[in-house]
């Protein structure tokens, strides 16, 4: 029987979204499982370019419909909307068939976020009828010199006399670079000082002045090194000027690392129903693996851990969709799924791979590709730590100072999610407000671990309130990071509360969830308790905000049972 908390291909039918959704993400799942495992894994091993897929994407128009706001889509309406429901939901089958396919689907994203967020008619058309016939577009923001510091930017772009320029300079990490109809490169002008001389323009890497250097990865994944050399830029492919293009290049951002979650979720989702099965009819010393009581902790967590990944992710798409001038919220919950669920990724497939061990090295498996591939999501569009210090940002207003906003509903409706393009300087971060985060907890006070993590979330209030890091102290990051990581469990615990309560979510599976959370908060405090300029008073507080998880073996067999019925319930198509 299929576990409703996990995707799976043979069951799968988003009915929640409109037709036409439900129709190319079936379509999507369906192409796959046509195609076969063996083939998806030899092509993965063989590095081949993902040219079938994209040939299946434009044939059915799914970029084109999932990509489009609908204020470019022209007279071709349709179902073209930028929708991050539908969004997140091919994301998750992207990553559960392979990160690559995923990957020239994202840089896409992040290659429109500059056009769509662009006052640019002209560009904006061009990049709606590249993406009606099925091209791929590309982000080019990164250098080999300065990554992703663009400050420093080394692609300049100097005026030609007739209203435009002529850009010269390199760019590396740039997925689709050998293949994008468009590229988005972010540059500055030589005759301008300062944020006033950067410049957002439109590329085309078929263009002779384009010149591609390399693939700077040894995958699928097409991550190149591209150069220009005397590249013209007409004014009509300027796509921003000055500070609106340093906003452009940060907002953009803000929508694309969004997608790694769901990305993440796919990949573990995948690997876990191999992991299992083999557990399950694994026989040792007599006995099936999975009769012993530390595999079964191991998967278990492994489990109740991807079900947390899945919630919290779901309830930030809400906020995501409702987002406004007046509700930033999502500047939180966003760089939370970029660094929170995609390092929750990295756990769940740790702590399978302890259970099925060689087994997760063998070719001819999913896992193998997955083990790999889920270190990447935590280091793309930003590292866990650079995530983390901006998650730090929104603390003291997050715990202390809430305000009041209209409950925000499951947004599952067929809605173009327009702000997303619209969001204004990238700045006053410490001006956003959030509502009070304790309703979500005390709703579920009566589930043993909530209430015992809960203690730990207060506790972490009272750090703020008295023990909080001085002046001298907020120059040590890695100190602040510790405090982060504290902070972090709290948002999770609230967004996976929330969407648990619009769910009706299993509370035997929820309270196994907040024992691992309970643990989770205990070991960064012992963390924090080590560093080298924690103080007396902090260290005490560290110590102090220690919790033992409420230990029930019932629930915990029931839980246990749910893990144990994943064993065959899916096997992708030879």
């Not at 063996?38 to 993902?50: K, S, V």
């Not at 050399?229 to 290049?249: I, K, N, Q, S």
């Not at 573990?268 to 010393?285: D, F, G, K, S």
Request: charged share 25%; aromatic share 12%; hydrophobic share 45%.
């Amino acid at each position: 029987m299929a576990d409703p908390l996990l995707f799976n291909p043979h069951t799968y039918d988003p009915a929640h979204f409109d037709p036409e959704t439900r129709r190319l993400l079936r379509a999507t799942v369906d192409w796959f499982e046509a195609r076969g495992k063996r083939r998806i894994i030899e092509d993965y091993r063989t590095r081949a370019w993902l040219g079938d897929f994209l040939a299946f994407a434009a044939e059915e128009g799914l970029f084109a419909t999932f990509l489009t706001p609908s204020s470019a889509a022209g007279d071709d309406e349709g179902d073209k909307r930028w929708d991050t429901a539908r969004i997140a939901a091919l994301n998750e089958i992207l990553g559960f068939y392979g990160l690559d396919y995923w990957y020239a689907w994202q840089v896409t994203i992040l290659g429109l976020g500059p056009v769509w967020q662009s006052d640019n008619a002209a560009a904006r058309a061009r990049a709606a009828e590249l993406l009606a016939q099925g091209e791929v577009f590309a982000f080019g923001l990164s250098e080999k010199s300065h990554g992703a510091d663009i400050y420093s930017t080394d692609m300049l772009l100097t005026p030609d006399g007739a209203g435009g320029f002529r850009a010269t300079g390199s760019k590396y990490y740039i997925g689709n670079g050998n293949a994008a109809g468009l590229v988005s490169v972010f540059g500055r002008r030589t005759d301008v000082e300062g944020p006033d001389g950067y410049v957002f323009f439109a590329a085309d890497s078929r263009h002779p002045a384009y010149h591609l250097v390399k693939n700077v990865v040894d995958s699928s994944k097409f991550v190149s090194e591209f150069r220009l050399e005397d590249y013209p830029v007409a004014a009509e492919d300027v796509l921003h000027a000055g500070r609106a293009a340093f906003d452009a290049a940060l907002n953009t951002v803000n929508v694309g690392k969004f997608n790694l979650c769901t990305a993440s979720i796919g990949i573990c989702e995948h690997a876990m129903y191999e992991a299992v099965t083999h557990a399950q009819n694994r026989i040792l010393y007599g006995r099936p693996v999975t009769a012993f009581p530390h595999v079964r902790r191991e998967l278990t967590d492994a489990y109740v851990r991807l079900v947390g990944m899945k919630l919290f992710s779901d309830r930030a798409v809400d906020y995501f969709r409702t987002a406004g001038p007046e509700d930033r919220r999502y500047l939180l919950f966003n760089p939370m799924t970029k660094m929170k669920v995609t390092t929750e990724g990295e756990k769940v497939i740790d702590l399978m791979w302890d259970v099925i061990a060689a087994k997760g090295f063998e070719k001819d498996n999913y896992f193998a590709e997955a083990a790999v591939e889920i270190r990447g999501l935590p280091k793309l569009e930003g590292t866990v730590h650079v995530n983390l210090a901006l998650i730090l940002k929104f603390m003291r207003n997050h715990l202390l100072d809430p305000v009041a906003y209209e409950p925000v509903p499951t947004r599952l409706d067929a809605a173009d999610d327009a702000f997303l393009f619209r969001q204004g300087p990238a700045r006053g971060l410490g001006s956003v407000r959030f509502h009070d985060w304790r309703p979500a907890y005390e709703a579920y006070e009566h589930v043993p671990n909530v209430a015992r993590f809960r203690e730990q979330a207060d506790a972490l209030c009272e750090f703020v309130l008295k023990a909080a890091p001085d002046e001298q102290q907020s120059r040590d990051l890695d100190l602040l990071l510790a405090v982060g990581q504290l902070f972090a469990l709290v948002v999770h615990g609230q967004l996976v509360l929330e969407q648990a309560a619009l769910t009706g979510l299993d509370e035997d599976v929820l309270d196994e969830l907040f024992a691992v959370l309970v643990r989770d908060f205990s070991a960064h405090a012992v963390e924090l308790h080590g560093k080298d300029s924690a103080t007396e008073q902090q260290q005490l507080w560290a110590l102090g905000a220690v919790r033992r998880p409420v230990v029930d073996e019932a629930r915990s067999g029931r839980v246990w049972q749910r893990v144990e019925a994943l064993s065959g319930a899916y096997e992708m198509t030879p």
